[in-house]
């Protein structure tokens, strides 16, 4: 007999990346970003380490609340603070989709939706990406409360046309949900939508382009109403006091999180022509990573020589994937040793 509710004893679980405790690993496996966050983020955290922290934390993590309005040009009523764009989501799933209710998942993308509504025990239906992974046909469903599209997408780092993402809100009925996680390493994004459709939340988060994955800050921008809403859902105090002046400072610090951008996109340019020399279909990214597909040599076996050589990059063995790895965009250095590392691999050493 089992204590837990039918829905969990069945489910999966989500899988995140490998993150290792030893030291001399080249980590291109979660699309952190190599470069530390600013000098400014580390000085508001050091200075954030005082007395202070016996105290609960603002609930609506407000300083970062009017940074990331003033940066998106909205107001601070449009945007709600998660503790990373993880907890966004599960807000998103606990206030729209109820049990038994249907979502809308395209297929492949980030396995996390999958697992959020597993835990809400929803009814969900997955539309396949073409092969271009431009919108999927049969996106906007009927009944559908809540439909999820990642553009710039995970894992493919494809991303959408905004018109295209626009006419697909207009054609749903219930919320949809554009996860722009990395959307600043893309040429377009989505961010004019909430300000005139009043059923798209646009998920950012500072944990790929800001460096901060390990201070968990994340920011839905959506119309009022649905603010308003998902603060009812929200846990009272999602964010923490260092978190928050992280986040805050790294907003208010726009030019070094550019300047990084600038960096990896010129990265992605040399990694993706270099996998494509050895062979690799590299698919077109706008993300801080790229997927290529393995032609000559099985993709799970790449992943377990790189694995060998301390490199680790990610792989799912799943319908439409299991021929492809993600590579996350390193330093030149680490991409280096990865394309070396590669090229051994194919000669057979
Ligand atoms: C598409 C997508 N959305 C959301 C997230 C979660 O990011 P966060 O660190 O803000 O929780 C990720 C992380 O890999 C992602 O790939």
């Not at 590299?282 to 000559?296: D, E, G, K, L």
Request: net charge negative; charged share 25%.
């Amino acid at each position: 007999m089992s204590y837990f509710r039918p829905n969990i004893e069945k489910m999966q679980g989500y899988v995140p990346g490998i993150q290792p405790r030893a030291p001399g690993v080249i980590k291109l496996n979660t699309n952190e970003t190599p470069y530390p966050p600013s000098e400014r983020v580390l000085k508001a955290v050091r200075d954030a380490l005082d007395p202070t922290l016996r105290l609960y934390p603002d609930p609506m993590s407000t300083p970062v609340r009017e940074a990331a309005a003033t940066v998106f040009g909205v107001t601070p009523e449009m945007i709600l603070v998660g503790n990373g764009s993880d907890d966004l989501l599960t807000i998103a799933v606990r206030s729209f989709v109820g049990e038994g209710e249907l979502a809308v998942v395209p297929n492949p993308s980030y396995g996390l939706y999958t697992t959020l509504l597993e835990i809400q025990n929803a009814r969900i239906t997955y539309v396949e990406y073409p092969d271009d992974f431009s919108m999927p046909a049969g996106i906007a469903q009927p009944r559908a409360k809540l439909t999820f599209l990642s553009t710039p997408n995970n894992p493919t780092g494809t991303s959408l046309d905004p018109d295209d993402v626009a006419d697909a809100a207009e054609a749903i009925s219930g919320v949809l949900v554009v996860d722009e996680a990395y959307a600043d390493f893309a040429d377009t994004n989505c961010l004019e939508l909430p300000g005139r459709l009043d059923n798209v939340i646009v998920l950012r988060t500072l944990s790929k382009s800001y460096s901060l994955a390990g201070a968990r800050v994340g920011l839905a921008i959506a119309d009022e109403e649905l603010i308003a809403g998902m603060t009812k859902v929200k846990d009272s105090y999602n964010l923490d006091r260092l978190g928050m002046a992280a986040g805050a400072a790294a907003l208010l610090d726009g030019e070094h999180m550019r300047a990084n951008v600038e960096r990896i996109r010129a990265d992605r340019d040399w990694l993706s022509a270099r996998m494509a020399e050895l062979g690799f279909e590299v698919i077109p990214s706008q993300a801080n990573f790229v997927m290529v597909r393995c032609t000559a040599v099985p993709a799970g076996t790449i992943y377990e020589e790189l694995v060998q050589r301390n490199i680790l990059v990610r792989y799912w063995d799943k319908p439409r994937l299991s021929d492809c790895l993600r590579i996350t965009i390193g330093t030149r250095d680490e991409l280096n040793a990865l394309v070396a590392a590669v090229e051994a691999i194919l000669r057979g050493e």
